[in-house]
């Protein structure tokens, strides 16, 4: 049986892909903000996390020395704030990788409190939220609006 091939060629015009070009960019230009907040929601919830874990250490280090003095730089007798004591915990998020998307340190040191902070850095500088802080009571607070779930 045998075949016939028409004279006329078929295929895709110059406006058909123009066409498809102009969509696919349109669906780009909706998807890569959207991408964007994905990205900075999730390095958000890592470095809420971090800052929890934080918070637990400092509870940790009050029951075995029954004041949160000495958890930061210094001395005990001096309570400062600042970077944490490498011994209670990190002092950038995320605890893991390389890239690191927050500073964590203590904004209020005393005997018998405390407030732990995560600044954003880096990529995430830009971020809604700000600052991220939770103290010994578990309040937690942020510079944005419904940052904390």
């Known amino acids: ?17 123009m066409i498809v070009v102009a969509i696919i960019g349109i669906i ?11 990205v900075m929601k999730s390095r958000r919830a890592d470095g809420q996390a971090a800052l929890m874990s934080f918070a637990g250490a400092m509870e940790r280090y009050f029951t075995v020395n029954d004041t949160y003095c000495g958890a930061g730089p ?15 915990f990190v002092s950038e998020a995320p605890v893991d990788g390389d ?15 405390f407030t732990v902070r995560a600044q954003p850095k880096g990529a995430q500088s830009t ?12 309040a937690r607070t942020d510079q944005g609006t419904d940052c904390w779930p």
């Open 99 to 113: 890239d690191k998307y927050y500073d964590l340190d203590l904004s209020v040191l005393t005997g018998t409190t």
């Open 28 to 38: 780009a230009a909706v998807a890569y903000p959207s991408y964007q907040e994905f």
């Open 74 to 88: 210094g001395s005990v007798a001096a309570c400062s704030t600042g970077t944490p004591d490498a011994e209670v």
């Open 1 to 17: 049986m045998k075949t016939r091939v028409s004279s006329q060629q078929k295929g895709v015009t110059l406006m058909e892909l």
């Open 127 to 138: 971020d809604s939220c700000g600052n991220l802080t939770v103290d010994q009571t578990g």
